[in-house]
């Protein structure tokens, strides 16, 4: 059976070209980038060219970007770091209520070492208000973390607007950018972002490899202890292949963004315009304006997600009922209850995230599979 693959948002396939430019780093060139003999400074070349193409691609200093594991140690490390730093500033963060849980989730633990939480609300298409955001601000404020792009509903933040509030008060501004960055164009420079978290997966990398931009100047403490890698911030031996294999993805994704996301708002407008043919009483979360181009979440009536994302499956169609790291949950969707969506319209929700990989016939295979379940239902 074909696989027909609808869940980008989860996770990606690997591509060839950065498949193939890993491998050396996995065999011949397997030195520790510590140490000083040819294939050790071999692999710390390469770790400072993909250094440069991650930070070409939001456009920042290559000494601004610090490699982790994935993007919920640099949600982590960008929270906690600059928590346990500012102590004597104060211990009041903002947030918003549809975060990722990898922020959700450090912000309930920071609140049971007696830092206080304010969560900002959305609307019904999942944008903050702006104003609220003004409103929780205190003088004891030391960090706004607001995601760029929801990874349920796609929703695209006004991210420049919440910088200019956050520095206006002398307040570092984190973004949760896991979901954005390749999909979007991001400039961290002009957009006066001053800490981003990417993950490598996301973008066509392998998983277990992420970064952290945090704009030069800005103090932070480290979490992990031992070496002096990752400019004494991160320690453990480098891993060099999936360092390698981010930096190339970054590359790819740079020199091709608008073409990608021209590629993912065509198959997704496809898709959501063959739904709409074809199968009645839909209910769409979220804004389509402001949200990534390769994403739909749709709410079926009178249908259980759980049930629905089974049957895909048995017709070899991946997608989602969420976000994946909240599988196997059964209760609503945090983001969804957020905007306001009826818990009857939450249960039914599926999530289509588009990828370089998708055509028009996964499309016309996805909704014939649709119209089929749903109308037997």
Avoid: W
């Amino acid at each position: 059976m074909n696989i027909r693959y609808f869940d980008n948002s989860a996770t990606t396939r690997i591509k060839e070209e950065v498949l193939e430019e890993m491998f050396p780093y996995l065999s011949i060139q397997y030195g520790n980038p510590s140490s000083i003999y040819s294939i050790g400074r071999n692999a710390k070349r390469a770790i400072e060219e993909s250094r440069k193409r991650v930070a070409s691609l939001i456009n920042c200093k290559p000494e601004e970007i610090y490699f982790t594991s994935c993007g919920s140690e640099s949600d982590n490390t960008a929270l906690k770091g600059i928590a346990y730093n500012n102590l004597e500033k104060g211990k009041h963060i903002i947030t918003s209520k549809i975060e990722h849980p990898a922020i959700l989730n450090t912000c309930e633990n920071l609140q049971k070492h007696g830092f206080e939480i304010s969560y900002v609300g959305v609307n019904k298409d999942g944008i903050i208000n702006l104003e609220e955001l003004k409103n929780l601000i205190r003088k004891d404020t030391i960090l706004i973390s607001i995601m760029f792009a929801n990874n349920e509903i796609g929703t695209i933040q006004p991210i420049e607007e919440i910088a200019q509030i956050a520095h206006k008060n002398n307040i570092i501004f984190h973004t949760d950018a896991v979901q954005a960055v390749g999909n979007i164009p991001i400039d961290v420079e002009k957009m006066k972002i001053d800490m981003l978290s990417l993950s490598g997966h996301k973008i066509y990398a392998p998983k277990g490899i992420g970064a952290l931009y945090i704009k030069k100047g800005i103090e932070f403490e480290r979490f992990i202890d031992g070496g002096h890698q990752e400019k004494n911030k991160r320690a453990g031996t480098e891993n060099v292949a999936e360092i390698v294999g981010l930096g190339k993805a970054c590359k790819i994704a740079n020199q091709n963004i608008d073409q990608y996301q021209e590629k993912l708002k065509n198959l997704r407008d496809y898709c959501l315009n063959k739904i709409k043919e074809n199968i009645p009483e839909i209910h769409i979360n979220g804004t389509m304006e402001k949200r990534l181009p390769g994403n739909i979440n749709i709410s079926f009536k009178n249908v259980e997600s759980n049930e629905l994302l089974f049957r895909l499956d048995e017709l070899g169609i991946c997608a989602s009922g969420g976000s994946a790291c909240s599988s196997g949950d059964n209760n609503p969707s945090h983001v969804l209850t957020a905007i306001g969506t009826p818990s009857e319209l939450a249960k039914g929700a599926i999530r289509f995230t588009f990828g370089d990989f998708n055509t028009k016939e996964d499309v016309d295979y996805l909704v014939e599979s649709l119209k089929e379940i749903i109308n037997n239902n």
